[in-house]
T-cell receptor
Framework: EAGVTQFPSHSVIEKGQTVTLRCDPISGHDNLYWYRRVMGKEIKFLLH????????ESGMPNNRFLAERTGGTYSTLKVQPAELEDSGVYFC????????????FGPGTRLTVT | GEDVEQSLFLSVREGDSSVINCTYT??????LYWYKQEPGAGLQLLTYIFSNMDMKQDQRLTVLLNKKDKHLSLRIADTQTGDSAIYFC??????????????FGRGTQLTVWP
């Protein structure tokens, strides 16, 4: 069974540009999460989808970040316009409908804003 | 302050036991986790323990939970060079929001010397 996949694995953009990260969860996993790790810091929660609905988006840093999950399958996280402090590794995780405590993570997307 | 704390570095010799420690602050934690991140890879769910348990053993891994002191540890027996990685402690509690959001520590870099 395929795990959580993320694309791209690495993105380097200039300040002010737009970047879109994609996450494909494990098939059948209704729960999808986005997390971010800024260099050397803890991994922080961004938001949680249940199917296509945003269950909890309290971790989103500001309105430059937009997450979508149309159709309840894959999800995108857009950063527009990107700032230097957005650099970090963005992780996606997914879990089964009634096993939200068992989250499986993707390999992450390393975003570098210059 | 941080909700989940762990030491940043640990070095051991191959064949010795490793003990990685973690403290957390939320007494309502439901599940506590250990994730492993190898270089260039994503987060691998190693093991987790439900808050009403004191211990969980899985092959070379032993998780100990002291709920009174809010202390979690991961012991790796017969540590191998392949165990070199970053180990993240995490907890999952319902803090007025949806159960499912994980709170992570900064990670402990385990280095195993041959």
């Amino acid at each position: 069974e395929a795990g959580v996949t993320q694309f791209p694995s690495h993105s380097v953009i200039e300040k002010g540009q737009t970047v879109t990260l994609r996450c494909d969860p494990i098939s059948g996993h209704d729960n999808l999460y986005w997390y971010r790790r800024v260099m050397g810091k803890e991994i922080k929660f961004l938001l949680h989808f249940v199917k296509e609905s945003k269950q909890d988006e309290s971790g989103m840093p500001n309105n430059r970040f937009l997450a979508e999950r149309t159709g309840g399958t894959y999800s995108t996280l857009k950063v527009q316009p990107a700032e230097l402090e957005d650099s970090g590794v963005y992780f996606c995780a997914s879990s089964l409908p009634r096993l939200s405590y068992e989250q499986y993570f993707g390999p992450g997307t390393r975003l570098t804003v210059t | 302050g941080e909700d989940v704390e762990q030491s940043l570095f640990l070095s051991v010799r191959e064949g010795d036991s490793s003990v990685i420690n973690c403290t957390y602050t939320d007494s309502s934690s439901t599940y506590l986790y250990w994730y492993k991140q190898e270089p260039g890879a994503g987060l691998q769910l190693l093991t987790y323990i439900f808050s009403n348990m004191d211990m969980k053993q899985d092959q070379r891994l032993t998780v100990l939970l002291n709920k009174k002191d809010k202390h979690l540890s991961l012991r790796i027996a017969d540590t191998q060079t392949g165990d070199s990685a970053i180990y993240f402690c995490a907890e999952n509690s319902d803090r007025g929001s949806t159960l499912g959001r994980l709170y992570f520590g900064r990670g402990t870099q385990l280095t195993v010397w041959p």
